[in-house]
Structure formats: C-alpha cells, structure tokens
C-alpha cells in the first residue's frame, strides 16, 4: 500500500501533467482557424478556435451607403457562423483531452469548457 506522501505526490504529478495538457490545448485551439460566411460568401470572418478574429472580407459589391445596414447584418451572421464553429472545434479539442486523461463524457473540469 502507498503511504499518504506518495498518493499525494502523485495527485500533484497528474495535477501538473493535467495542467500543461491544458496549456497545450489552449495553444492549439488559438492556431486553430475557422471561417464564418454569410452572403452566400460576400461576407467572410476569419478567426481562430479560441475566438480571436483575425479577419473580415466584404465583397466589394456591397461597398455601396445603401446596402450599409445589409453588409452590418452579413457582418453580424458571419462572426456567428465562425463563433459556431470555433465551439465546435474547442470542444472536440477539450473531449479529446478529457478522454486522454481518462475523465468521463460530459465530467467538466474547471477552465475545460
């Protein structure tokens, strides 16, 4: 039988190796890219996994004042789409963790989703 210093020495080890999987993870999913459409594609919003957008295209036939309210709300529905996505992803990345550190579908850690 372990002594209670070496159970706890090994609950820190798991602890730590948990944590650097995390910070891993965490890496991954801002190098991860998605990208929202809306407009049957006129307006594109590029951002990562994590949700940090990195980009927005309009087409240039939108780039008119009377189409203004339009290209907000392509805007809008495009970040939406990428925002969807990146969830997807993020959560995928986090399950993939989770079942490498032998958790059970749906346990929620902390900072885990």
Known sequence: M????EMIQAAQQAAETIQTQMNDAQAKLDSIEVEGVAGGGMVKVRCTAKGRILGVSIDDSLMKPEEKQMVEDLV???FNDARGK???VSNEEMQKIQSGIGL??????????
């Open 86 to 88: 990146a969830d997807r």
């Open 76 to 78: 809008a529905a495009a």
């Open 2 to 5: 372990k002594s209670m210093e």
């Open 104 to 113: 059970p579908p749906g346990f929620n850690l902390p900072g885990m989703g």
